[in-house]
């Protein structure tokens, strides 16, 4: 976890509050916003269209066939160079397209891009459907647990894409999620939900909204006139969770008390609204306690409030008598089933002293230091450290900004998607 850097100038703000505007996703017919080849624009996420599709048409109708590194969205040009030559053999292999190399939105070769890409995977006519999130996010946080991202786990990290899997939208049990579908071509849109899960409390021509009954995922199905097969949403019903944060001040400085305080206010007011609004779990105060010393390899560490404390991570000598583990932590959790939250100012990581956090999943705790120069500080850090503390990992893909586990935490990290929860473990 790396803590610094500005809020995205792109963002909007409103009266001091952040707002995010989540974009609409294409769940089948692939839009592009901007050129993509040579000349073009080359956007990541538009990169991530055109890899997909190529990547989905078959050899003979000049695809590529899976060979296009869809986790890959650079756009140096090295690493266009492979992109555009697929767009060519494209081009070349279908009668009547022009041979530039580019994809334009709209345009004839993304139009029979997705015609082979539908061919081949099944579908019918050539028929784009958006689904839009029923909201922005306001800060703190209003994402309704809408993702658009459909990430993969490889590893330990969310670093690869599944364009092909659904779209998801967390449902919170006894709580309502609206989505707006609009189809192309004036294609009429229709819903279908067979789950004891979910149930569908009204519908219009291009709006569904859904409840939560029953914990679980059910698929919403999108029916589209002229596409052969319905396009499911997954739906994931979650039940309402409450974990407290205990808070532990290492070493009684002058500042501890208003430290505890300070961070239990940040838990209320911007960590547990986060995952409120995107997992259905909300964090309570917990205890809150200074503790003078810590014990590592059999040795008593008397802490002094006014001298560094290094955090040792990984498996290194210990090299002052202010050096512990982080481990060496672990006997001071008294709730096992809350989230302990190690505090001090004189925090700094082994590793890398701009860090302002670690979180430990396999003890549910984190280690803060909201004085370390360029972190966001109360914000995003805790919630960040606690997404790792309850399981979350890191989101590593290119397109990373705004998600919370972005490796790289600034102020405007804090969607949570959806297809992440799987790992949650309230």
């Not at 430290?259 to 206010?265: G, S």
């Amino acid at each position: 976890m790396r803590a610094r850097g500005a809020p995205d100038p792109g963002d909007q703000r409103m009266e001091g509050v952040m707002v995010i505007n989540l974009k609409p996703v294409n769940v089948i017919g692939f839009s592009i916003a901007e050129s993509v080849g040579l000349k073009g624009k080359n956007q990541p996420d538009d990169i991530f269209v055109i890899k997909t599709l190529l990547n989905g048409i078959a050899p003979q109708d000049g695809g590529a066939d899976g060979t296009l590194d869809i986790n890959d969205l650079t756009n140096t040009p090295d690493a266009m160079e492979s992109v555009i030559d697929a767009i060519l053999v494209f081009q070349k292999a279908q009668p009547g397209l022009l041979h530039d190399g580019r994809v334009d939105p709209e345009k004839n070769t993304i139009k029979r891009m997705r015609l082979m890409f539908n061919r081949r995977k099944g579908g019918g006519v050539d028929v784009n459907v958006t689904i839009t999130p029923d909201g922005p996010i306001f800060g703190p946080c209003d994402a309704r647990g809408f993702s658009a991202a459909r990430l993969r786990l490889v590893g330990n990290a969310w670093s690869a894409f599944d364009g092909l899997a659904p779209v998801r939208q967390m449902v919170p049990i006894g709580k309502t999620r609206k989505l707006k579908v609009k189809g192309t071509n004036n294609a009429a849109v229709g819903f279908a939900l067979e789950s004891s899960r979910a149930e569908i409390v009204e519908q219009t021509s291009d709006t569904v909204t859904v409840i939560g009954r029953l914990e679980g995922e059910a698929d919403l199905s999108v029916i589209v006139e002229g596409q052969r097969g319905p396009i499911p949403v997954r739906l994931l019903v979650r039940k309402a969770s409450t974990i407290p944060i205990d808070v532990v001040h290492l070493g009684r400085a002058p500042l501890a008390n208003g430290l505890m305080i300070a961070t239990q206010r940040a838990v209320a007011s911007v960590v547990s609204r986060i995952y409120d609004n995107q997992a259905n779990l909300t964090f309570t105060s917990g205890t809150s306690r200074i503790v003078d010393a810590v014990t590592t390899e059999g040795r008593v560490v008397t802490i002094d409030p006014n001298k560094k404390l290094s955090i040792r991570s990984g498996i290194g000598p210990l090299t002052t008598t202010q050096d512990f583990r982080f481990d060496d932590l672990q006997p001071l959790v008294t709730n096992p089933a809350a989230v302990t939250m190690f505090i001090s100012a004189q925090f700094i990581d082994d590793i890398d002293p701009i860090v302002a956090g670690r979180g430990d999943p396999d003890n549910r705790m984190l280690w803060f230091n909201p004085m370390t120069p360029g972190s966001a500080n109360t914000n995003i850090v805790p919630a960040h450290e606690i997404g790792h503390a309850l399981g979350l990992d890191h989101i590593t893909t290119k397109n990373n900004t705004g998600f919370l586990m972005n490796p790289t935490v600034q102020a405007n990290n804090i969607i949570i998607p959806c297809e992440t929860l799987v790992q949650l473990q309230p």
